[in-house]
T-cell receptor, first 115, second 113 residues
Framework: QQPVQSPQAVILREGEDAVINCSSS?????VHWYRQKHGEAPVFLMI?????EQKGHEKISASFNEKKQQSSLYLTASQLSYSGTYFC????????????????FGKGTKLSVIP | DGGITQSPKYLFRKEGQNVTLSCEQN?????MYWYRQDPGQGLRLIYY???????QKGDIAEGYSVSREKKESFPLTVTSAQKNPTAFYLC????????????FGPGTRLLVL
């Protein structure tokens, strides 16, 4: 039930782009993305509800492919401040069409941006 | 400023001892959560509460207990039944109708002596 994130780690130079994927074997109601810097609490980035919408946050955006039960996080023109571990949290949908109110988190993708 | 406070930042537990981790929020959120994070792992849900005087077990509730007597407070007790309590504990609250956490506290790192 835990979503699978890929890649596990990625190193970028400033200005490069990256894509982080989050896949589930279950039908999803929503996907949430967080960034956590070392020793700190996770920070919420964005939520995507089923419907295949794409959202953006500065130069970070995400999409949700309901058919594939997959979400992708896009980081464009990366900055040093983007370094950290990115987690996706997936919420399974109920038969009623509502969400389950519980998130299951992936193991994270460690992103390192170097000058 | 609104937010979540957790105390203490570091906590040491002796064998057989119960310890309580504090979590307070002034965001006026109904839902609150406790997560456990181990190195190299994602967050795992211990307990959550969607309303005062009500809470539900998460995936790893064994060895833990909570209370929700006030909207602002959601303390977590790590009991002696939790045999491997060393971890980073995160409290969170939510403004979403989906109930997923939107704000996290700074965390408490629990170590066993």
């Amino acid at each position: 039930q835990q979503p699978v994130q890929s890649p596990q780690a990625v190193i970028l130079r400033e200005g490069e782009d990256a894509v982080i994927n989050c896949s589930s074997s279950k039908a999803l109601y929503s996907v949430h993305w967080y960034r956590q810097k070392h020793g700190e609490a996770p920070v919420f980035l964005m939520i995507l509800l089923k419907g295949g919408e794409q959202k953006g946050h500065e130069k970070i955006s995400a999409s949700f492919n309901e058919k594939k039960q997959q979400s992708s996080l896009y980081l464009t023109a990366s900055q040093l401040s983007y370094s950290g571990t990115y987690f996706c949290g997936t919420e399974i949908g109920r038969d009623s069409g509502a969400g389950s109110y519980q998130l299951t988190f992936g193991k994270g993708t460690k992103l390192s941006v170097i000058p | 400023d609104g937010g979540i406070t957790q105390s203490p930042k570091y906590l040491f537990r002796k064998e057989g001892q119960n310890v309580t981790l504090s979590c307070e929020q002034n965001l006026n959120h109904d839902a609150m959560y406790w997560y456990r994070q181990d190195p190299g792992q994602g967050l795992r849900l211990i307990y959550y509460s969607q309303i005062v005087n009500d809470f539900q077990k998460g995936d790893i509730a064994e060895g833990y207990s909570v209370s929700r007597e006030k909207k602002e407070s959601f303390p977590l007790t790590v009991t002696s039944a939790q045999k491997n309590p060393t971890a980073f504990y995160l409290c969170a609250s939510s403004m979403f109708p989906t109930g997923a956490p939107s704000y996290f506290g700074p965390g408490t790192r629990l170590l066993v002596l």
